[in-house]
């Protein structure tokens, strides 16, 4: 069992940075492949970023290629997003989520989710 919590969400303007956490709970965490996403109103969840359990390995969504970096401290539990030049469009929900699975840009392989953290985005 893993249990999530995001945190770091916040109101900032274009161009500015955030930096999200995920805290995780429960003793399997290291073996998780973590994953962020988002989810806008009235859209549908959308891959952000995943990183490996191991951390070695990292892919992203095509938007946010350069800007977003997803690391992992597996020794704290806790996984990042350090979100840079922010855009309007960035404006979502984020979620932290763990998988098993390597196709972790389909959020249907995700077994853990937290609560979600606002970001919101101005120009």
């Known amino acids: 069992q893993v249990q999530l919590v995001e945190s770091g969400g916040g109101l900032v303007q274009a161009g500015d940075s955030l930096r999200l956490s995920c805290a995780a709970s429960?003793?399997?965490?290291?073996?998780?492949?973590m994953g962020w996403f988002r989810q806008a109103p009235g859209k549908e969840r959308e891959f952000v970023a995943a990183?490996?359990?191991?951390?070695?390995?990292?892919d992203y969504t095509d938007s946010v290629k350069g800007r977003f970096t997803i690391s992992r401290d597996n020794a704290n539990k806790m996984v990042y997003l350090q979100m840079n030049s922010l855009k309007p469009e960035d404006t979502a929900v984020y979620y932290c989520?763990?998988?098993?699975?390597?196709?972790?840009?389909?959020?249907?392989?995700?077994?853990?989710w937290g609560q979600g953290t606002q970001v919101t985005v101005s120009s």
């Open positions: 989520a763990g998988c098993r699975s390597v196709s972790w840009s389909v959020p249907d392989v995700y077994n853990y």
């Open positions: 990183i490996s359990w191991s951390g070695s390995n990292t």
């Open positions: 429960g003793r399997t965490f290291s073996s998780y492949h």
